[in-house]
């Protein structure tokens, strides 16, 4: 059964999330398909520790005034940070809304962490506190689109210089 911190964001569900690609083939699925993945579930989200780490990563990425989070993200960490307030462990029922919640605010999370560490580069580098240094989210982007194309020039230079060059062909005439 539902609790009904999750009920009361029901009419709020349906644009949370979009449907994956090929939605046929996931309708197609079967019962014992359901079945599995809820148990795979189920068993993951009893893990109180985990959890709960979660819960601080989240409640720390919306706190952070320098990590622009958009809407349907914000109200993604709210309807964990309230199934976490109300009940700190998920009922069965609860389980699967709070994992696909979990699943879309992963890689927020993960780019989050990244800004994080960005933060604290820059920060160094400066010799100032991570408090005190405040780039946007952009820049981070512009910096991390920046490492990109130094690793793949890196990488097609070493592919230049590691890859045997074949001899020339001579031709016989005659």
């Known amino acids: 059964m539902f609790h009904p911190t999750i009920l009361s964001h029901a009419t709020d569900l349906a644009g949370l999330f979009e449907p994956p690609a090929g939605t046929a083939a996931a309708a197609a699925a079967g019962d014992p398909e359901i079945a599995r993945v809820a148990c795979e579930v189920l068993a993951e989200a009893r893990d109180a520790r985990t959890r709960w780490a ?3 990563d989240v409640l720390s990425m919306m706190a952070d005034e320098d990590w622009c989070l958009c809407d349907l993200h914000r109200r993604r960490a709210r309807i964990l940070l309230d199934h976490w307030r109300a009940t700190g462990m998920p009922r069965d029922g609860d389980a699967l809304l709070v994992d ?3 699943a879309a605010l992963q ?3 993960d780019d ?3 800004f994080r560490a960005y933060r604290a580069e820059r920060a160094a580098a400066r010799g100032v ?3 005190d240094c405040h780039p946007s989210r952009r ?6 689109a920046r490492a990109w194309t130094r690793w793949r ?6 592919r230049e210089t590691t890859t045997p060059r074949a001899a ?3 031709f016989r005439v005659g």
């Not at 820049?139 to 991390?144: E, F, K, T």
């Not at 020039?153 to 070493?158: C, H, K, L, N, P």
């Open 54 to 56: 979660r819960q601080s």
């Open 100 to 102: 696909r919640c979990w």
């Open 107 to 109: 890689v927020e999370l």
């Open 112 to 114: 989050w962490r990244d």
């Open 129 to 131: 506190d991570d408090a």
């Open 139 to 144: 820049q981070w982007l512009a910096a991390r």
């Open 153 to 158: 020039r890196a990488q097609a230079a070493r």
């Open 168 to 170: 020339p062909l001579r």
